[in-house]
């Protein structure tokens, strides 16, 4: 990413957002903590905005005056992040409001962004009040990177963007089962995990992508000239974010050009574009903050619960892609669609519920910029 890398000016004012309810409720006593003097001793002003509810954050930065601040800080889980990307992008003036840096740090539940920031750096893996300090310390370099954004089309709500994943089937079910085990941090999703291989399903449903090797590599938008526009596939909100050149009408056939998977039982679909899906989790190792890639993986069912079990222990070290497993499929897309068939399930967007049906994704090269990087 060094070609799109910028630095903020000093001094700076940063908005940092935080939802207290975040991981297991103690996100104020972790600024308190950890983060206030760091932040105050590298010069970043900083206003505290604690959110009162659910997309209340949303709401926020949707009217907010973008001109007051250098930078947007989460301080939470991967949740309120996908709200102020959202609310960003809900804007009139989205092509300017997304713009704003924005930033992490880390006291949530899952918190797989701050992971992957932090993996990219290159420093080795620290968990829970490490990875706050590793990103607070990264925060206050003031680097900005360029990161990918996902546009999720599902069949009657609004188009959403994403940062991090989309996920259908075991991992789905787990990361929104596992809410209930919140109180144990982010190892709600090994015992989630477990609890699930107990259960383990199979999940009927049409799969097609848009390889990345069809296409030349997607751009970057640069910095200076406005986000290119194309005609195909209108968003229903009409002028706000950009419009999705790949994707046609989720009621309309495929593009001829797309790779439809001749399986339709799996166990799971899921495609990330940034490394982690966890703290401990490492699903797509070869992911970078703005390749332009959605990594799709997807696991044909017939797995046994013992190779699952296996896979899951190997992507703690992002060993999973190397295992030989033979139900395991991993490739690099541009855009997806699935179909799935059942009539009930669960379709997570960057770990939260979206509406289940029909949806397909295509990446926006480096939308938003991003740090600590
Ligand atoms: P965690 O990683 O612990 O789940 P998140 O940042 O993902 O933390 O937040 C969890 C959920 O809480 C998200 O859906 C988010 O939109 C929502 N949320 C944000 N602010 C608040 C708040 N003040 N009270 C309750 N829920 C909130
Ligand atoms: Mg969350």
Redo the contacts with the bound molecule.
Sequence with gaps: AGASMSVLSRPSRMMLLM?????KGQALTLYNNHIQRMLNEAGVTHTLV?????????ELVKEADLSQWDALV?M????????VINGLLERPDWEEAIRTPLGILP?????ALAASIHHYSGASPVFSEELLVSCGFLLCQRLVARMDLVSIHVASSPRLFSFLSLAWGFVADVDIES?KY?QVGAARFTIGTLVRLASLHIYKGKLAYLPASSLAPASRPSKDSPLQRTESMPSRSATKGPSDSLLLPLDQPLPSDWVVVQEEDFVLMLAMYQSHLAEDLLAAPGATSDDGFIHLIYVRAGISRTALLKLFLAMEKGAHLTTNCQHLVHTKVRALRLEPHSPKGIITVD??VVEYGPVQAEVHRGLVGFMPS
């Design positions: 939802n207290p309810q975040s991981g604690i959110t009162e509810r659910q997309n209340h954050a949303r989460i939470s889980g991967d949740g309120l992040l996908f709200e006291s949530g539940s899952g918190n809410e919140r770990g939260e």
